[in-house]
């Protein structure tokens, strides 16, 4: 907020606040993260365009995700603000050092987006339409409609990206015009950190419960969560240790590191099942038993 006729805002930093912190440990183990982060999520991104299909990723998983990961990356700008704002007294090394808690969940949320955007490109043709019929029109059930699947993915593709506009809106309104100490903001602050461990709780349940209905790997990427479930847990570590941050930003990453472990056991065990009975990853249960007593496997033939 403005005090009087001043033009020096009450939350910019004052002589002597923006002391840079540096530590060795702690600098090479954020560095370590963020680029590992990157890293890992390449898998991912590969499969789905290598393999031309995102079969098998539930659009649940997808909205849950990018929801919790949203909401975590702007629960830490609030809680770091003023960190951010001595980036304006700092050089740059010590600027960019103090905000690797900051770039860490905002690249999070950039590459798991990322996923989401190519599971909607790359949506498999076949599960796109659907045969519409109406009462009216005899000739209707001729024509395409969209299936009940891909209308969903689209609904929660909107979803997505108007809670992230509405969020970034009220974020800015509160550290612009309500001030990063107000309660306001700090009780804005806490219910993003709160939703977003909600939502990481039950993020993979979805993908598990979709995972085992289909028996099969499908898109999601085995080496790309090998990477993730250790890196959750340095993840965590790292942000913990990150200046102003409280238990609301980084305990949604042990929460995730967990289930996404779970999500890992099955999709290894069903990739080594698969390779034994010569069936393909993308085959499934969910429109065809992939062993049903006394028949063969029918692949789906996705190269």
Known sequence: ?????????????????CIPHHNDFELALAL?????????????HFRIIHKGTSEGISPWFLLLGCISASSTFLNIVI???KVIKCCGVLNLGPCLESTLGIAQLGVQFVMFGLVFVLYIIYFPAYKKLAEAVHDNNPNARFLPGQSAEWSLSLAIARIVLGHLVICVLVTIYVLTFVGPENKWTLAWASFLGITSVILATIQYVPQILRTWHRKSVGALSIPMMMMQTPGAALLTLSLALRPGANWTTWIVYAVTGCLQGTLLIMCIYYHFRAKALGYDSFDSAETDPLIAEGEEVRPRNYQ
């Open 1 to 17: 907020m403005w005090s009087g006729t001043s033009l020096v805002a009450p939350d910019s930093p004052e002589p002597g606040q």
């Open 32 to 44: 370590f993260i963020l680029v590992g982060m990157v890293v890992s999520y390449l898998p991912q």
């Open 79 to 81: 809680l770091q603000w």
